[in-house]
T-cell receptor
Framework: QQPVQSPQAVILREGEDAVINCSSSKALYSVHWYRQKHGEAPVFLMILLKGGEQKGHDKISASFNEKKQQSSLYLTASQLSYSGTYFCGTGNTNAGKSTFGDGTTLTVKP | DAGVTQSPTHLIKTRGQHVTLRCSPISGHKSVSWYQQVLGQGPQFIFQYYEKEERGRGNFPDRFSARQFPNYSSELNVNALLLGDSALYLC????????????FGPGTRLTVT
């Protein structure tokens, strides 16, 4: 069962904030976040392993609520370079199968 | 350091043919995963290999097979190609399981006519 991402698309002005959510119907072992620009491969952003774990670098951070089987990606003071499609990838165990959502398309305008 | 490399970049095949896609992981990484990505969708997991052994398999028919070599590079083979196999095939390398970051290669764009 693939995770569900919301919203499907969001349009921002430079400097605005955004939150992208990822929900699973199954217990999660890990959540990975990626950004993919058109015609390019997905780029790794961060990985969260423990319930309640939060991570961040620069102005992008994420949280993982193990009980709710949810993760959220927070983008603050968005820049034009943040535009792209964001995917969450989830794993139920440490074994290899990673399941991706259908993505959230983020457009940042000047 | 070199990232994940894949070859070829683009490929056009005819229905019924066979195709082999290749992937070289980041130096030191022992795991390779293969994904299929159709336009507008997220990557769909096909296989994961770690230390030359299959560790995970997605919901793909037996026409899809893969292997990992002693140098940790990998091949994805698809037999009896169908039009629906047209997609971007991505390879990702990591140190091991899903507690580690995955780094994707540029992909192979396969078109089946």
């Amino acid at each position: 069962q693939q995770p569900v991402q919301s919203p499907q698309a969001v349009i921002l002005r430079e400097g605005e904030d955004a939150v992208i959510n990822c929900s699973s119907s199954k217990a999660l072992y890990s959540v990975h976040w990626y950004r993919q620009k058109h015609g390019e491969a997905p780029v790794f952003l961060m990985i969260l392993l423990k319930g309640g774990e939060q991570k961040g670098h620069d102005k992008i951070s994420a949280s993982f609520n193990e009980k709710k089987q949810q993760s959220s990606l927070y983008l603050t003071a968005s820049q034009l370079s943040y535009s792209g499609t964001y995917f969450c990838g989830t794993g139920n165990t440490n074994a290899g199968k990673s399941t991706f959502g259908d993505g959230t398309t983020l457009t940042v305008k000047p | 350091d070199a990232g994940v490399t894949q070859s070829p970049t683009h490929l056009i095949k005819t229905r019924g043919q066979h195709v082999t896609l290749r992937c070289s992981p980041i130096s030191g990484h022992k795991s390779v995963s293969w994904y299929q990505q159709v336009l507008g969708q997220g990557p769909q997991f096909i296989f994961q290999y770690y230390e030359k052994e299959e560790r995970g398999r997605g919901n793909f028919p037996d026409r899809f097979s893969a292997r990992q070599f002693p140098n940790y590079s990998s091949e994805l083979n698809v037999n009896a190609l169908l039009l629906g196999d047209s997609a971007l095939y991505l390879c990702a390398s990591s140190w091991g399981g899903l507690k580690y970051e995955q780094y994707f290669g540029p992909g192979t764009r396969l078109t089946v006519t």
